[in-house]
């Protein structure tokens, strides 16, 4: 093949290549998921791989089934990385470094980042890194997400870029430190192993790739599939109407002050670029609903590729898009400041999104969805038979409702549009653990109405079948429903509650409760929100809402329904 990098590309040549670079991130994901210890990497998923320039740090290439989030944020995780290996001694061929700086990577301590130099005849050729969550890294809380946590070291423990492989040898004395800081030493054994194989396999893989089509080729493809993607994003802006773009929204609280917490947007488009400022926002607070600069701009990167799902996913996404964040905001939080919870700020950045960018174009835009992973996490001690004292800890999250868009109805029961996760299978977690789900469907009239209907949120009821545990919720959307566009309805709002002594109770901070003590055969439910509407309630056909109440999605009567739609 041509080495040269000045040669040009033909589609094929370049269809083909994109295809093998994104194998190469593709099973690297498939490693990691067949071989992780915990469920919520091997079963839902929640992890990345991607490549990444070795110059910038910026994304390259990322895989088709891991956490876009991930793929954005570990841009800075990379650049963080480089800037902490450089009087170190710099990269060097056979080094692994790991960290789960959530301030200078994006994301929560929870999400270990795993970062390559992969070199070729001695020269960095370009990263590669791998990004998962493990179970459990110490804290206050079993499974991290303390939502009373107020700094940084109340929720899971801190690791800065380290190497924890040297000249290809595993390095046992950052290994002691991980294992000694986690409730469940064997699942991060395991996670760890699962990574690490992950990125040996990419590595043999990226090159078996370079081998046979030649290093300044591969290179020149990534380039020009940046370049594509700057290209298609300054085409699309381009095709909105000029103009400035505003919206706002709220999560409940931070966990310590029960008082809303603001989400604004001014979206400006101005020819083929896009600014996104966030001025507006709220301030950084006291609970662990902060997010970094890092994770915002990753999730903006996530909001857009939905918007325009047919960009190539790579850094070129945001190159024609300029942001005004200012500093100690909740969304440019700076350490101590807790994170643990940053999923659900990372939510209602893109909720705001979306709502803005129907107001310049509805058809390209979709309904909110329901806006909240509802972290649960239930944990204990065995009490009896061959592991009898041995620790257990149930972390897991749930699905929602997604919004109705022009093409139709919002999926019902999806999982969250920040990932391509899935949602833990209640076989896997009965078997796991020891809680029953007594209810496990869809909820009906949690939708909003619209031309379009919002997706249906979801039922969870599960029972405690050990003598007891302490239960920790995380959620949002508790207070204010998911927004429809174009006039469509919102969704329902979240609902937990927990029994105790045979009544039903709920938060006083409506979706986020730390120190829930559970006794045998109590329960703990989640009624999830569904999505957002589309379009005005009286376009929806009269054979749809049949369809509707047929199915069991709606349990109003024909005279409700007939109301709604005038």
């Given amino acids: 093949m041509n080495d040269s990098p000045h040669a040009p590309m033909d589609p094929v040549t370049l269809a083909v290549l994109r295809g093998r670079l994104e194998q190469v991130a593709d099973e690297m994901d498939a490693t ?31 895989g088709k089934s891991g956490l876009p989030v991930f793929v954005g944020a570990m841009a800075f995780a990379v650049r963080a990385t480089a800037a902490a290996a450089a009087p170190r001694g710099g990269m060097k061929d056979g080094d692994i470094w790991i960290s789960n700086d959530p301030y200078d990577g994006g994301t929560h301590a929870n999400d270990f980042k795993l970062v390559l130099p992969f070199f070729r005849d001695g020269r960095l050729y370009c990263y590669m890194a791998s990004a998962a969550h493990w179970h459990d890294v110490g804290g206050a809380v079993p499974g991290n997400y303390n939502p009373a946590a107020t700094e940084c070291w109340q929720e899971a423990v801190q690791i800065p870029p380290v190497r924890i492989v040297r000249d290809g040898v595993l390095d046992p004395d950052v290994l002691a430190i991980l294992r000694a800081n986690t409730r469940l030493p064997e699942s991060l054994w395991g996670d760890l192993n699962g990574q690490l194989a992950a990125l040996e396999l990419g590595a043999r893989r990226l090159h078996g790739l370079l081998d046979e089509y030649g290093d300044a080729l591969v290179l020149q493809a990534m380039g020009e599939l940046r370049s594509r993607a700057l290209r298609l994003m300054r085409s699309h802006i381009a095709s909105l109407p000029d103009g400035r773009y505003s919206f706002e929204d709220v999560l409940d609280n931070d966990g310590i002050v029960n008082e809303p917490l603001s989400i604004a947007l001014d979206m400006t488009v101005a020819g083929e670029r896009l600014l996104l400022d966030f001025s507006r926002t709220s301030p950084q607070c006291a609970g662990p609903v902060n997010i970094s600069r890092a994770t915002a701009i990753a999730a903006c990167y996530v909001a857009l590729k939905h918007v325009f799902p047919d960009v190539p996913a790579n850094a070129g996404v945001l190159d024609a898009v300029d942001f005004l964040i200012p500093d100690k905001l909740v969304i440019s939080a700076e350490r ?43 944990a204990g001690h065995r009490s009896d038979g061959p592991r009898k004292g041995q620790r257990w800890v149930m972390f897991s999250f749930f699905g929602g409702g997604h919004g109705g868009h022009s093409g139709g109805d919002g999926l019902s029961h999806a999982n969250a549009p920040i990932s391509t996760a899935t949602i833990p299978p209640l076989e896997i977690l009965e078997a796991a653990y020891p809680v029953r789900f007594t209810e496990w469907s869809l909820r009906a009239d949690s939708g909003g109405d619209g031309q379009f209907r919002g997706g249906l949120g979801a039922v969870y009821e599960l029972e405690l079948l050990e003598k007891d545990a302490e239960v920790f919720v995380f959620g949002e959307r508790g207070s204010s429903p998911p927004k429809g566009i174009a006039g469509g309805g919102e969704g329902a709002v979240n609902v937990f509650s927990y029994e105790n002594d045979g009544a039903w109770h709920t938060p006083p901070m409506v979706s986020k409760m730390h120190g829930i003590r559970l006794a045998q055969g109590e329960r703990v439910r989640l009624e999830t929100p569904g999505g957002g509407g589309w379009g005005a309630p009286g376009q929806r056909s009269s054979d749809k809402r049949a369809q509707d109440r047929a199915m069991g999605y709606v349990s109003q009567g024909e005279a409700t329904d007939e109301k709604a739609a005038r």
């Fill in 32 to 62: 990691l998921y067949r071989s992780a210890f915990n469920p919520i990497i091997a079963e839902a998923h929640d992890a990345c791989h991607g490549l990444y320039d070795a110059a910038t740090g910026d994304t390259l290439v990322q």
């Fill in 336 to 378: 101590p400041r807790p994170v643990g919870g940053y999923t659900e700020t990372i939510l209602r950045m893109i909720d705001v999104i979306f709502s803005a960018t129907a107001q310049a174009d509805p058809t390209r835009a979709v309904a909110q969805a329901y806006g909240t992973i509802n972290a649960l996490s239930i």
